[in-house]
């Protein structure tokens, strides 16, 4: 966690300031690949919508700045890859909650949002989207691979092994 937040300071002091972040844990929410997620934005202090802004963090990528509301009353902008129609985010009254539709397993990861004071980004909550274990992620299918092969070959060591000592045996 600290890694992450490390990252994070690291990437947006390159284009804004970062307050230290309220978050106390990150809610952790499990769903199946084509379900309908919805996180929620805890913001206390925040009225008016077109200060809070979304960040996502896929494991072993820098957050992407994800969304950002316009600034005369026409909804939030998405980022490029960000921008179809399975996103949206729905605001009532000071509640800000990002909709995922039919999610993807390149969904997943952690989605931060926090609220802009000028040039001041200061993160409010984080919510980390996991899949079921019913589908498999690229370093499972990976390791999967490496031992069904590990088995192989080691099945073809012991076949050939066994197989020159017999007959070793055999003309001794």
């Not at 199946?32 to 979304?54: A, F, L, Q, Y």
């Not at 009254?93 to 999610?103: A, D, I, P, W």
């Not at 899949?131 to 192989?152: H, K, N």
Request: aromatic share 12%.
């Amino acid at each position: 966690m600290i890694r992450l937040f490390v990252a994070l300071c690291a990437v947006f002091s390159l284009f804004t300031a970062v307050k230290t972040s309220d978050i106390k844990e990150i809610e952790v929410i499990t769903v199946k690949v084509g379900e309908d997620v919805t996180m929620e934005c805890n913001t206390n202090s925040v009225t008016k919508k077109d200060i809070v802004v979304w960040y996502r963090q896929s494991s072993g990528k820098l957050p992407q700045y994800f969304a950002k509301p316009y600034k005369n009353e026409l909804g939030y902008k998405f980022a490029p890859g960000f921008n179809d129609d399975r996103f949206s985010i729905s605001v009532n009254n000071n509640k800000f909650e990002l909709n995922v539709n039919k999610t993807r397993e390149d969904d997943e990861g952690e989605y931060f949002c926090g609220e802009m004071e000028g040039t001041v980004l200061k993160f409010t909550s984080g919510t980390h989207l996991q899949f079921e274990g019913e589908s498999c992620t690229a370093d499972m299918r990976v390791f999967f691979w490496l031992s069904i092969s590990r088995i192989g070959v080691l099945s073809v060591t012991v076949i050939i092994l066994t197989t020159c000592y017999k007959v070793l045996k055999s003309r001794s």
